[in-house]
């Protein structure tokens, strides 16, 4: 067994630590989600906590580890009658895999003994494994959607259920949720991202003395991991002595009312959503103070619950930046500190929501103040300095869209876009399993059966079934799709009011990907050339920055961009062939760059359509007089073509079908 990296000798990272070790004292805080850049000993603290949790007593030969003083009533391995033989193991930390099936999760029943038999033949899956101990996800972010609803089932009914074809089995699944995710690859379902009671950020320090010893710790251990652990069995000794004795002081911690209210307060301060804030922040300062040594919350324990417990759920959007304004949060536990009750905050003070967003704080807006520039011939704003380049205008606020889908039906990654033959969703129709057999067709399995049973010698009522009759379900459910959006950057769409729309809508398009677990990417075009703003991600968070910054100005190199994007699809589909991909041309449809520059964007438009790549372009032409290029470049594509306003309005999810319905 590899000698796991000692707890107590990770360099910095305070509050990663905190948080794992106040979980440690109160499982009932929740868990923790670590996020931070690759690199950063996220799951190297991790798998280092579950050396130090106390061991537990489990029922001996239970695979469900009941606790021998209160046994589950509904265990299959029992019923276990208390006080029986009971054996004491060291607490588990167990690893979800990211690509684990969800009869590796949840446990599998052997549906042929079921059938047959009916015998409940039942093999424990990981849940179970984890049950009074931990489960580990990591890169969480990345966890196929339906291994996430059934997390949030465990963790929301403290079971988990495995039901097929009306044979029914529970058993309890209590453990601590331990998650670590780079925000680069994408970001957390909001539902899976509530159940995490802290969050901590982490990253890699800048001062080189901390940084040295990193690389010496590391390397010292890798050298030699048995010795360098045994140079810390003393401090590892210690902290876990210091658990066992703040899990022994907890139940006598006090949380007063005064603290209460400061938690309550704050909760409303923050504008987070429910109640399940509040619960945590006093499940988390309760466990300071205890891991403190004292019996009573003081407002330095609220606070730090707050800075643990809050920067994930007041995330309105999934372009807002984690985090608390701890100036706001400061002025806040001080007005319901209880103390100097006749004297008001300064109403002057400093922040007021220096650290994240205030969309409701009023004040000037940006541009709206101060000179403009002035138009140029064809009515644009010219750029100063004469470098043809406008400095960035911010995007529009997003908007709800329609959805936009690829036609036909696929086989990529799980997602909620388009259509897609999958493991889970509505049943279509059945066939012959290959391998073993995970979703049975009940009725096709008794239908393949029952010509059979004379032969096969059946006397009794049970069906005299084989393996050759077990018929495995098909279902059609949803894919995710890689959106790749073509934005035209050029003088011509370089208007202030045009570009604010426009950075609207892709920003909203990203939202949507967002929500639809969508890889996105970002080619731009401008000037003389396009280049690949953002390669395929996983993260809109990186998408919006960079739309955010995108600089404006200079001729259409149109077929430069669709070049590009053709080319970046043509790489993706080697590195992720299942996949399958949306193009969104965001531009006015206008072409200037290069030579014959209408008829070379009209080639590069084919490219897509014979390779039967869905498109649709956004049409950014405005004015009372239009050209319809747009419409054309979408007929070169083989897609369709939608004005900016029709985003908000009739769905235009059949519109790529459609187009491409009508050229067949």
């Known amino acids: 067994m590899t000698t796991p990296f000692p707890f107590t000798a990770v360099v910095g990272q305070d509050d990663l630590r905190l948080a794992l070790l106040l979980n440690a004292v109160s499982p ?61 193991r060291p607490a588990r930390m167990v ?43 990591d890169e969480v972010n ?75 710790r590391r390397l010292a251990y890798d050298d030699d991991p048995a010795g360098f652990a045994a140079r810390w069995d003393g401090e590892e000794t210690a902290v876990r002595q210091r658990i066992v004795a703040a899990r022994a002081l907890l139940p006598s911690v006090r949380l007063g009312d005064g603290a209460l209210r400061q938690i309550a307060a704050t909760c409303a301060a923050f504008e987070v959503d429910g109640m399940r804030a509040d619960i945590v922040m006093a499940r988390t300062a309760t466990a300071l103070a205890a891991w403190a040594g004292r019996t009573d919350v003081l407002a330095e324990d609220v606070r730090q619950a707050a800075l643990l417990a809050l920067p994930h759920r007041r995330r309105r959007n999934p372009f807002d930046a984690p985090g608390l304004d701890e100036d706001k949060l400061d002025r806040t536990l ?6 100097d009750e006749d004297e008001d905050p300064d109403p002057d003070g400093p922040g007021g929501g220096g650290g994240g967003p205030a969309p409701d704080d009023g004040g000037p807006q940006g541009g709206d103040t101060g000179a403009r520039p002035e138009a140029g011939e064809d009515g644009e704003p ?106 035209d950057a050029s003088g011509s769409m370089a208007a202030r009011q045009r570009m604010s729309a426009v950075k609207g809508a892709v920003l909203s398009l990203l939202l949507d990907a967002y929500q639809r677990r969508d890889k996105v990417g970002l080619v731009t075009f401008r000037g003389s050339a396009a280049e690949v703003a953002l390669p395929p991600t996983s993260s809109v ?17 149109l077929a430069a961009g669709l070049l590009k994007a053709h080319d970046v699809l043509r790489v993706e589909r080697l590195r992720d062939p299942a996949r399958r991909a949306l193009v969104v041309v965001v531009t006015d449809g206008r072409a200037t760059g290069g030579p014959e520059p209408v008829a070379l964007a009209g080639r590069a438009a084919r490219l897509f359509a014979a390779d039967g790549v869905a498109a649709v372009v956004v049409d950014c032409e405005s004015g009372p007089v239009r050209l319809g290029l747009a419409g054309k470049l979408a007929g070169e594509l083989g897609g369709a073509a939608v004005t900016l306003d029709a985003l908000r309005a009739d769905s235009i999810a059949g519109l790529v079908k459609d187009v491409q319905r009508r050229a067949a």
Request: some cysteine; hydrophobic content about 40%; aromatic content about 4%.
């Open 28 to 88: 009932a805080v929740g868990g923790v989600l670590v996020r931070g850049e690759k690199g950063t000993a996220k799951s190297t603290a991790v798998r280092a906590l579950s050396v130090l949790l106390p061991p537990v007593d489990v029922v001996a030969g239970c695979r469900f580890s009941c606790d021998p003083d209160a046994p589950d009533p509904a265990c299959p391995d029992g019923p276990h009658t208390p006080p029986g033989a009971f054996e004491t």
């Open 95 to 137: 690893e979800l895999p990211v690509g684990a099936s969800e009869d590796r999760l949840v446990g599998a029943l052997d549906i042929e003994r079921a059938l047959a038999e009916g015998v409940k033949a039942f093999e424990p899956g990981l849940l179970a494994d984890a049950h009074r101990g931990i489960l580990y996800v």
């Open 142 to 216: 990345l966890l196929h959607d339906h291994l996430v609803d059934l997390l949030l089932d465990a963790a929301a009914m403290g079971a988990s259920y495995v039901e097929r074809e009306g044979v029914s089995v529970r058993h309890a699944a209590k453990f601590l949720l331990v998650g670590t995710m780079n925000p680069e690859e994408g970001e957390l379902r909001p539902q899976l991202l509530d159940r995490f009671g802290l969050t901590v950020e982490v990253a890699a320090s800048r001062e080189p003395d901390q940084r040295v010893e990193v690389v010496r």
């Open 334 to 339: 001080e007005e319901f500190s209880g103390e």
């Open 382 to 487: 010219q750029a100063s300095g004469g470098s043809g380049e406008q400095a960035p205008t911010r995007a529009a606020e997003p908007f709800r869209t329609k959805v936009l889908t690829v036609p036909g039906i696929g086989a990529g990654a799980a997602g909620r876009r388009s259509r897609a033959r999958t493991e889970h969703g509505r049943t279509t129709g059945a066939r012959r399993p290959r391998g073993a057999l995970t979703k049975l067709h009940l009725a096709a399995t008794v239908q393949a059966a029952a010509p059979h049973q004379r032969a096969r010698g059946r006397s009794g009522p049970g069906l005299v079934l084989r393996r050759d009759d077990l018929r495995q379900a098909t279902r059609e459910g949803r894919e995710g799709n890689l959106v790749l959006f073509v934005v």
């Open 541 to 557: 968070d990186a998408a919006a920055a960079r739309l955010e910054a995108l600089p404006t100005g200079g001729r259409t190199p």
